[in-house]
């Protein structure tokens, strides 16, 4: 079955330090590849995503993301995290198959100042 | 430019009440969809509709429906409410149909309790 993980329900870090958020992926063929954010009690915010070409791939608000084919894995990172960072992080990817948008189930982020 | 709206911000239904969840968009999107967003299962797709005219369903569409008259509008009816469709629900659109991989734009979200 096709799918998205995300295994960390939640993930803290010191404001100033560099975050990680993990995905990894289970999708035939070459995937397209999202991040989303969400805020507190607000929709979900496009940040990035990979279609094909250079494996990391920049976003909004500093955050980037590298694609790795061989670890089926699609990592979003900042270097140094903000306290505003603070929100619900979503990856999903884009089987093509099937032709539908696969999503993981969002991962929490705290930064603490 | 709005973006994409919904209407109302929250609810409080009574079970067995219809329901109509309203949502537009101004930024004249093919594609069109309702997800509900629950604690621990994450997002996942109601309905969804490729253009004016059709509309699909999505992984879990049992109990709405949904109609697509024109780009702009896709409103989602709860015929008849049901506690466990006590959801966040959110409206997104996006430039191609479900079926091509383009960004998908979100509104704010409807909170609706069922009870």
């Known amino acids: 079955a096709q799918s998205v993980a995300q295994p960390e329900d939640q993930v803290n870090v010191a404001e100033g330090n560099p975050l990680t958020v993990k995905c990894t992926y289970s999708?035939?063929?070459?995937?397209?590849l999202f991040w989303y954010v969400q805020y507190p009690n607000r929709g979900l915010q496009f940040l990035l995503k990979y279609i094909t070409g250079d494996n990391l791939v920049k976003g909004s608000y500093g955050f980037e993301a590298e694609f790795n084919k061989s670890q089926t894995s699609f990592h979003l990172k900042k270097p140094s995290a903000l306290v505003s960072d603070s929100a619900l992080y979503f990856c999903a990817a884009y089987a093509g198959n099937n032709r539908k948008l696969i999503w993981g189930l969002g991962t929490s982020l705290a930064v603490n100042p | 430019i709005a973006g994409i709206t919904q209407a109302p911000t929250s609810q409080i239904l009574a079970a067995g009440r219809r329901m109509t969840l309203r949502c537009t968009q101004d930024m004249r999107h093919n594609a069109m969809y309702w997800y509900r967003q629950d604690l621990g299962l994450g997002l996942r797709l109601i309905h969804y509709s490729n253009t004016a005219g059709t509309t699909g369903k999505g992984e879990v569409p049992d109990g709405y429906s949904v109609s697509r008259a024109n780009t702009d509008d896709f409103p989602l009816t709860l015929a008849s409410a049901v506690p466990s469709q006590t959801s966040v629900y959110f409206c997104a659109s996006s430039i191609g149909t479900s079926g091509s991989a383009d960004t998908q734009y979100f509104g704010p979200g409807t909170r609706l309790t069922v009870l």
């Open positions: 999708v035939s063929g070459n995937p397209y």
